[in-house]
């Protein structure tokens, strides 16, 4: 089993910056692709962000060039650096990690972007 905890959502306001991590603990060996995903009142989860164990990147056409993912294997955390945040990018930021096929989640983090 892997556990993932979520932190670094807040509340601030329109063109701040924020940066979310998520640490893995448990049984981490072999985890391969991480991600971000929102889930805002009302919609499905959608995927943000992610990154593979060889370090390749995808975004989501509304976060890109705003948004930057990276991971530290060696604390076994991922990062979610989101700068120039907007009203649209409220909602719960939750990670998302694979191991050996099997997908675990964590609790998520809640952004608030407001003015």
């Known amino acids: 089993q892997v556990q993932l905890a979520e932190s670094g959502g807040g509340l601030v306001q329109p063109g701040e910056s924020l940066r979310l991590s998520c640490v893995a603990s448990?049984?981490?060996?072999?985890?391969?692709?991480m991600a971000w995903y929102l889930q805002a009142p009302g919609r499905q989860r959608e995927l943000v962000a992610s990154i593979t164990s060889g370090g390749s990147t995808t975004y989501a056409d509304s976060v890109n060039g705003r948004f930057t993912i990276s991971r530290d294997d060696t604390k076994k955390t991922v990062y979610l650096q989101m700068n120039n945040l907007k009203p649209d990018d409220t909602a719960d930021y939750h990670c998302?990690?694979?191991?050996?096929?099997?997908?675990?989640w964590g609790q998520g983090t809640r952004v608030t972007i407001s003015s």
């Open positions: 998302n990690v694979v191991r050996f096929q099997t997908c675990y």
């Open positions: 448990g049984s981490t060996f072999g985890i391969n692709f």
